[in-house]
């Protein structure tokens, strides 16, 4: 049973910064890509960035220059490094991992964690 945990989030002040952690645990084969999603109050869960791989990275042109993906393979672990926040950044931020498992090859969540930004 793969389990992805993410964790960093609270309150933070605007301009402030905050670092988001993801953990992935199980039988693992291989992880492909991973990537942080956003989920604002009303609103659709949105891609903020992914990276492969072979690291290639793609970014939201609304976080891009202020946030910064990165990965851990041998701990399998994806980080979000988020800087110059504001208030629109405010939402839940949930990890995604497309998993090679002795089962299935898929994407997995995590349970995501609560980011805001006080103005």
């Known amino acids: 049973q793969v389990q992805l945990v993410e964790s960093g989030g609270g309150l933070v002040q605007a301009g402030g910064s905050l670092r988001l952690s993801c953990a992935a645990s199980?039988?693992?084969?291989?992880?492909?890509?991973m990537s942080w999603y956003r989920q604002a109050p009303g609103n659709q869960r949105e891609l903020l960035a992914s990276i492969t791989g072979a690291g290639s990275l793609n970014y939201a042109d609304s976080v891009k220059g202020r946030f910064t993906i990165s990965r851990d393979n041998a701990k399998n672990m994806v980080y979000l490094q988020m800087n110059s926040l504001n208030p629109e950044d405010t939402g839940v931020y949930y990890c995604?991992?497309?998993?090679?498992?002795?089962?299935?090859?898929?994407?997995?969540w995590g349970q995501g964690t609560q980011v805001t930004v006080s103005s």
């Open positions: 199980g039988i693992i084969f291989s992880i492909n890509s």
């Open positions: 995604n991992m497309e998993i090679t498992t002795p089962r299935s090859a898929r994407g997995f």
